[in-house]
């Protein structure tokens, strides 16, 4: 584990100050300090306020900085050749004793300075503005949750705020890994020293790290796990581990056991045993592969089905598999709702509200039949195709009738013979679609059925094809490559006589959008509620 504590270049805020003596320079230092700013006078710089412009600090420094820290609460000013930390009132919080002072390099604190008495020598600045201690270290670096890493000549410890060495001085590296946790490093050794509860991981080991809610060291060609307390898990002979699904969210961490892989949670330990060639995180499942085979496992670790099919797909809560060229759907609970015996199976109806489960066709005997969630076959129902329209409709063909589903929840409704060849899906345009009737188009409305009908003919079959426009608002007729325009409700707003139609959107709301059709012989631009304007096609 290589470590570099090497300080960064710290950007510090400094501000550019007139030369003309006598004249106060008014300049807004940043937000952190929106109510002081820095003035000249005779060579000299103070502070005021902003807003009643009174003297807070008076021109007596010869060099003055604002905003040192985030948060805009210590600066720094110089005085007969040496520097003081001075508040953001411009004054001095410190005696002027100090070479240089410098933000804490990774700070997180966000209110830490560090000044140096003497060349290569440091204090730590604390949250009052004077020195936490009387101690001095060669280099001062900020951990999280107010914590300072430090080195005097070779050795590093950890500080805390108050300038108490929590770890002591005597270790050749120290690293910030979790809340009160850090490796430390001696003679080229590796453990974890915890600052607050936590039993100290010993310092034998070739490397540690942070993984999910513990941590792992590695010896002699293995890995070991540890709880966030430094509790050891007693797993062995891990040959590699790795972070699994989120980082932040998931518990779960790769590991890899006598060539296999596996899943082990630091709270609840195996969740997946390894026994795979690899594991896929899927939203709320883990997908396992052995031979070039799926099953799948629920994110607590209860198997639902075993690594037994060719693929796999995702059914909203269930699973569509495929063996041996036979499909069928497996439950979340790892029942078998559809039996893998079909040649092919399709995803058709969605029956309730939020989606937890579909209505399937299945093939056998090369005649498709319906199967409902809980897996029971329509046996009375047999097509030679079928056709999923939307999460609502089906159409069914059998011989040279076609049919049109329904599905109310409980069971289909068909109705036998509709005057239709084929029916398709309005993207948005809820129970309006399009149908095609001797190679011609037009728009049906199954929300407005008429007598034994399942819908109404919104406009007859009339054109080669029927398309939306952008905005959603019209349909796009085409007959004889050229162009119109009709409403939802089926009004022929244009009539097919145009070459080109181009949706124009304006900002984001619905209604600045609107569509342009041209000819040669005119260009019309149609508002959202069917309005027709004529533009002049001289000045577009």
Known sequence: MEINKAIP???????????????????????????FYVFKENGKYGVKNAESDKVTAAAKYSSISLCLTYNGKFGKAKKNGKWAVIDKTGEPTTRFIFNHIEAVPEDYSESFLMASPAVGQWVLIGSSGKPVSEKTYHEIVGSPLSMFEVRRHKLWGVLDTTGAELI???????????????????????GILFTNEGDDIPIVFESVKKVKKGFAAYQNSYYKLFTEKGHELGIEELEQISHYGNIYHDDEILVKKHGKYGLISIDSGWIV???????????DYHIVMLD????????????IFPAKYDSY???????????????????????ELIPVK?????????????????????????????????????????????????????????????????FDGKKFKFYYNFPLDDCGSLYLWTDTYTFRKEDKVGIINFNQPIGNLPGSIV????????????????????????????????????????????????????????????????????????TIERMDKTNK
Request: with cysteine; aromatic share 10%; proline share 3%.
């Open 273 to 283: 045993p390894a026994r795979y060639d690899n594991i896929q995180d899927y939203l």
């Open 168 to 190: 002591p001085l005597n270790y050749d590296d120290v690293t910030f890994l979790s809340s009160g946790a850090y490796a430390v490093q001696k003679n080229d050794k590796y």
């Open 459 to 530: 406009h007859q079959a009339a054109f080669d094809s029927i398309y939306y426009d952008e905005n959603n608002r019209h349909l796009i007729t085409v007959k004889k490559d050229k162009l119109g325009i009709m409403n939802r409700q089926g009004k022929i707003i244009l009539p097919c006589e145009y070459d080109e139609v181009v949706a124009v959107r304006r900002g984001d709301v619905a209604t600045h959008h609107y569509l342009i059709v041209r000819n040669e012989e005119e260009e019309l631009k149609i508002a959202a509620n069917g």
């Open 292 to 303: 070039s085979l799926y099953g799948v496992y629920s994110k607590e670790g209860q198997l």
């Open 342 to 406: 079909y040649d092919q199976l399709i995803r058709l109806v969605n029956p309730r509200p939020h989606g937890l489960n579909y209505t399937y066709g299945v093939l056998q005997d090369n005649s498709w039949v319906l199967a409902f969630p809980d897996g029971k076959l329509v046996d009375s129902l047999h097509f030679s195709q079928l056709k999923q329209i939307d999460n609502k409709l089906i159409i069914a063909t059998r011989g040279e009738q076609k049919y049109i589903g329904e």
């Open 9 to 35: 270049l710290l950007t510090l805020f400094f501000f550019s100050i007139s030369a003309v003596v006598g004249q106060v320079i008014r300049r807004p230092i940043t937000d952190c300090t929106p109510q």
């Open 313 to 335: 797909r995702r059914s909203n809560k269930d699973f569509i598999v495929e063996m041996k060229g036979k499909m069928g759907v497996i439950g979340e609970d790892g029942n």
